[in-house]
């Protein structure tokens, strides 16, 4: 008997828990990339993949970035949708708006 969750065919290797999505760390422990590459690739600090497999909210930009490097080298489809990652809250308010 399969009870594994086939919502996600395209995790399938890694099943998911019921009712949550993956995360960055489920994708790092399933295939131990190394989070320094990916933030090179990304274009980014370091911190922030580490913020990332660490669940702590980045920027929009940030985890969009980390997302689309990962699915070219994993040769899948991560985005929001599919995979949990914490956004700052104060990402869309008030950028650029400190002017004086």
């Known amino acids: 008997m399969n ?3 086939t919502t996600h065919n ?10 949550r ?9 399933q295939y131990r990339f190394d989070a320094y590459s ?3 690739l990304a274009e980014i600090p370091e911190a922030i993949v580490t913020q990332i497999l ?3 909210p980045v920027h929009l930009d940030d985890a969009t ?7 070219q080298l994993l040769h899948q489809n991560y985005t929001l949708d ?19």
């Open 65 to 71: 970035r980390v997302l689309t490097i990962l699915s």
């Open 21 to 29: 999505r993956l995360t960055v760390l489920d994708l790092f422990l």
């Open 82 to 100: 599919n995979l949990d990652v914490p956004l700052l809250q104060e990402q869309e308010e008030g950028l650029g708006k400190q002017d004086s």
């Open 10 to 19: 395209e995790m399938s290797l890694f099943p998911t828990l019921v009712g």
């Open 54 to 56: 660490s669940y702590q």
């Open 3 to 5: 009870v594994q969750d």
């Open 38 to 40: 990916i933030a090179i």
